[in-house]
């Protein structure tokens, strides 16, 4: 069936970097736009950016413009989230979710999730 | 940058009771870019409404969803209670996406 799955728990100390995967399989990796969501503890959903996985063209959200890099690997169908210089409001739970358009340049809502990566930002 | 404001904060309802969520963009959006989302403690956020009114697959029809330009609205015609969560309205008309602050429907 068609799924995301993400990586594991990890905790960071602040200024380090972090690096989330999502290994995606059941569908076409290159034919859908892949995207990062975080969810701070008791807050809501907010958006990261997105890579087209067939070009690896890649657009982030203005306040993690400068801190955020998303890269992929379609040999082994994964999409990878990296967020340098950690803080502690860093903390958080990152999602992984896809498309449900094809990436042809019409964008969709996100029908498919990863399980969430818990990260931790702490001293 | 598109904002939602989604309304109420928190809706207290009863079972069986029917459920109006509001979700106001600070500018005009089409209505093909509107999505609805419902996420439960500890679950990642499952799709219900897409294209404004679509419903995704597997979604009950006592959610729908309606509204154009700038206000939208996701309805539960009577609360089960599974239903009891947080939704969220996104836009997803630009390459870089927006979420609303969620509105909670508790038990009352």
């Known amino acids: 069936q068609v799924q995301l799955v993400q990586s594991g728990a990890d905790v960071k100390k602040p200024g380090a970097s972090v690096k989330v995967s999502c290994k995606a399989s059941?569908?076409?990796?290159?034919?859908?736009?892949l995207h990062w969501v975080r969810q701070a503890p008791g807050q809501g959903l907010e958006y990261l950016g997105r890579?087209?996985?067939?070009?690896?063209?890649?657009n982030y959200a203005q306040k993690f413009q400068d801190r955020v890099t998303v890269t992929w690997d379609t040999s082994i169908n994964t999409a990878y989230m990296e967020l340098n210089r950690l803080m502690s409001d860093d903390t958080a739970v990152y999602f992984c979710?896809?498309?449900?358009?094809?990436?042809?340049?019409?964008?969709?809502?996100?029908?498919?999730w990863g399980q969430g990566t818990m990260v931790t930002v702490s001293s | 940058e598109i904002v939602l404001t989604q309304s109420p904060g928190t809706l207290s309802l009863s079972p069986g009771e029917r459920a109006t969520l509001s979700c106001r963009a600070s500018q005009r959006v089409s209505s093909s870019h509107l999505g609805w989302y419902q996420q439960k403690p500890g679950q990642a956020p499952r799709l219900l409404i897409y294209?404004?009114?679509r419903r995704a697959t597997g979604i009950p029809d006592r959610f729908s969803g309606s509204g154009s330009g700038t206000d939208f609205t996701l309805t539960i015609s009577r609360l089960e209670p599974e239903d009891f969560a947080v939704y969220y309205c996104q836009h997803y008309g630009d390459a870089v996406r927006t979420f609303g602050q969620g509105t909670k429907v508790e038990i009352k």
């Open positions: 294209g404004a009114y």
């Open positions: 059941g569908y076409t990796f290159t034919g859908y736009y």
């Open positions: 890579i087209d996985p067939n070009s690896g063209a890649t």
């Open positions: 979710a896809r498309d449900n358009e094809p990436a042809t340049g019409n964008f969709g809502a996100f029908d498919i």
